[in-house]
Each structure stands twice: as C-alpha cells, then as structure tokens.
C-alpha cells in the first residue's frame, strides 16, 4: 500500500491509448478518446517539465506473444482507426510500459511494484475507458491509499452519461478530483496535495 507520508510522488497514468479500437462501440468512443488524447499529451508534457513519470498501462487484447513494440506498431498502421491517437501519445524509451490482463492496471501486473519504487503516493489516471478500466484502475489504487486525480477532459467512454457517472463513483466514493485539466493544471495539483 502507499503510505503518502513517505511516498509524496506523482505518477502521470495512461491507461489503454494504444488501441486499434476494432471493437464493437469503438466508433463511438473514437471522437472522445480523440478528444481525451489531446489533454492526455498536454498533461504528458507537463510531466516531463515536472519531472513526473509517465506510465502507459495497456490491454494486450489477448495477443501475449506481441511485445510493447508489437502492440504499439499495429496501432500505426495506417488503416488503423486508432492511428491518430497513437501517433499523439507514442510512448517513448523513458516511459514505462505495463501490460495488463483485465480492467485494473493494478490486477497480476507489476504496478504495484513499481509506484512504491518510484515513490509515488498520487496518481493522475488518464485515458479509456472512463466507466471500465479507468473506473477499476483508480478503485484498487483509492484501495491501496493513493490521492487520484482523474481530469475529466483526459478520459473517455463509449456514452458521455457513462463517463460521467463513472466520475461521480470515483469523486463520492474515493474521493478523487476529476476537475478538468484546463481548470487545475497539474503543477496546481501537485502544490495542493503536497500541502495537505
């Protein structure tokens, strides 16, 4: 668990942007994640200006044998309906890479090894699907004691009402800030939760 007295880090979490989205509902998460992807990048050059680390944390699609390099060159293909997102939001060497099996980033991944490493007590949990796997992600991490924020302009979902209800759950019941990006840039973030 993380105990934010002496794991006063933040981490920058980017949960399931590189994606194909070849799946039933995918055309109508693509013009939300589009939209996410671009305060995802924001946020992303933001962590590195702060020092902040950066980890993609991302659904293999059942496909064990590809590697990161595998998974990442299929979602740039040009035919690919998630090709934009992906040329956005392409990790680089320094970001770390975890490969999850279900919707949590925290369930049989090695997650929860590398936050306490890195001493990271905060999270900023990005990316798809708000009411899936960003929803299950930021329960297990309000379970082990991380501060969360959830900006609401950097994840997305199939239906809006969806994302928005998926939110509330992670504002009432875990007490996560989901204030947008634009209105509580992360440095702000950072300062407030430092202070408390």
């Known amino acids: ?5 002496v794991s006063g880090g933040t981490a920058l979490l980017i949960l399931d ?19 996410a992807a671009r305060a995802i990048r924001s ?15 991302n659904d293999n699609h059942g496909d064990w044998h590809d590697s990161r390099e595998d998974l990442i060159a299929r979602c740039l293909e040009p035919d690919c309906a998630g090709r934009t ?24 991944t090695n997650l ?25 992600t930021a329960a297990d991490a309000h379970m082990r004691d991380y501060d969360l924020w959830i900006p609401a302009d950097a994840v997305a979902s199939e239906d809006p009402q969806r994302t928005e209800w998926a939110l509330e759950i ?22 407030a939760t430092a202070a408390s």
């Open 1 to 5: 668990m993380a105990d934010p007295s």
């Open 17 to 35: 942007m590189m994606n194909t989205l070849a799946f039933p509902g995918a055309e109508r998460l693509r013009p939300a994640a589009e939209a």
């Open 43 to 57: 946020l992303r050059d933001q962590a590195d200006a702060a020092e902040v680390p950066v980890l993609y944390v």
């Open 85 to 108: 997102i992906a040329e956005s939001l392409r990790p680089r060497d320094r970001d770390l890479f975890v490969i999850k099996p279900q919707f949590s980033g925290f369930y049989a």
């Open 112 to 136: 929860p090894v590398i936050l306490p490493q890195l001493g990271v007590g905060r999270l900023i949990v990005t990316g798809v699907a708000a009411d899936i796997c960003v929803l299950f």
């Open 170 to 191: 992670m504002r009432s019941s875990m007490n996560a800030d989901t204030s947008p990006s634009d209105r509580r840039p992360p440095s702000d973030w950072l300062d």
